[in-house]
């Protein structure tokens, strides 16, 4: 089964930063409730750890004061109020807010990112991602899997487009990591890299760890994890090579580093490569372009494409008529 792309694009920040309040008068047995239980029942869809991260960021109050313990004892007759989206998405920028969704059930969610925006929190980046727009409109996602990366079952660099997808219930989540790890999930990718490969079709297999000398990059060394990455020319542009790149592993930074260590790094990687690419390109050449896996519930075929966003075809056009 060939599941359909796309569904509009999601509310920019100016909306996001619109809250959704929910206010009730807590009413049960006589005995009092743990605020976060009592959150996770109000909230649809909202776990006990989601109700919690939504405590703890200061977003519940408890007769009209902040309360930031999932464990309060609250009577009945108290009033709580939880605020769904505001302050959750501080910070949130125009681009991680603008990203569209190209396939969504009850399950999960595949979202299709654009470039420039970080996809979860992490060193010196504490907000404004990813993670933080989705959550901010799904906000079910925040209790499922990593507390710092709820419902994430794999990952994109910043600079990265392209499609990834998001579980929404637990369930959901352990099954797609699962077929993630058994490398069940078609993860397949559109780049363009310098020169020509030696082969038309080949893998790359070698193993990928922290870079010996510049540790804030990844290299292909002897003590690295095993990393195997697929290739397939599309077209050769007589100093490029369009690919399509399906990888096997999921290394950071995987197919930068191989493409890199070939001698054919990406088109537009500062990091791993020397060539700028043509005016106007900001970033490395690289679009998470397809996604295929079994339903982690249904067991369909959830097939989903992306096409190049404007700046890798205005790039990609640059070298055809070069």
């Given at each position: 089964m060939r599941t359909p792309a796309v569904e509009g694009v999601w509310a920019g920040a100016a909306e996001l930063a619109m809250s959704r309040r929910i206010a009730?008068?807590?009413?049960?047995?006589?005995?009092?409730?743990?605020?976060?239980?009592?959150?996770?029942?109000k909230v649809d869809g909202l776990s006990r750890s989601g109700a919690s991260r939504?405590?703890?960021?200061?977003?519940?109050?408890?007769?009209?004061?902040?309360?930031?313990?999932g464990s309060l004892r609250v009577e009945c007759g108290a009033e709580v109020a939880v605020e769904l989206l505001?302050?959750?998405?501080?910070?949130?920028?125009?681009?991680?807010?603008?990203?569209?969704?190209?396939?969504?059930?009850?399950?999960?969610?595949?979202?299709?990112?654009?470039?420039?925006?970080?996809?979860?929190?992490?060193?010196?980046?504490?907000?404004?991602?990813?993670?933080?727009?989705?959550?901010?409109?799904?906000?079910?996602?925040?209790?499922?899997?990593?507390?710092?990366r709820p419902g994430l079952v794999h990952r994109l660099d910043k600079d990265t487009s392209g499609l990834i997808v998001f579980a929404k219930t637990g369930?959901?989540?352990?099954?797609?990591?699962?077929e993630i790890k058994a490398r069940r999930v078609v993860r397949t990718y559109t780049a363009l890299v310098a020169g020509r490969m030696p082969l038309s079709r080949g893998v790359i297999d070698a193993p990928v760890g922290r870079d010996p000398v510049r540790r804030t990059r990844q290299a292909v060394v002897s003590s690295g994890k095993p990393a195997r990455t697929r290739y397939r020319e599309v077209r050769f542009l007589s100093r490029a090579s369009l690919l399509e790149v399906a990888l096997e592993t999921g290394r950071?930074?995987?197919?930068?580093v191989h493409m890199a260590a070939?001698?054919?790094?990406?088109?537009?990687?500062?990091?791993?490569?020397?060539?700028?690419?043509?005016?106007?390109?900001?970033?490395?050449?690289?679009?998470?372009?397809r996604l295929e896996f079994e339903h982690p519930v249904t067991g369909e075929c959830v097939d989903v494409s992306s096409p190049l966003p404007d700046d890798l075809r205005c790039a990609l056009d640059h070298y055809v008529s070069a």
């Open positions: 009730w008068t807590l009413c049960g047995s006589g005995a009092p409730e743990r605020l976060d239980a009592a959150v996770a029942g939504l405590i703890k960021d200061g977003l519940v109050t408890v007769g009209g004061r902040t309360s930031r313990r505001g302050g959750s998405v501080a910070g949130v920028s125009e681009e991680a807010a603008s990203f569209s969704v190209a396939f969504e059930d009850d399950y999960v969610v595949v979202v299709d990112k654009p470039a420039g925006v970080a996809v979860h929190p992490g060193a010196g980046r504490a907000a404004g991602t990813l993670v933080d727009a989705l959550t901010a409109r799904r906000p079910e996602i925040m209790g499922v899997g990593d507390s710092v369930i959901a989540y352990s099954r797609l990591v699962g950071m930074h995987q197919i930068r070939a001698g054919h790094p990406v088109i537009g990687d500062r990091t791993y490569g020397s060539n700028p690419g043509p005016p106007g390109l900001s970033r490395q050449f690289l679009h998470a372009s």
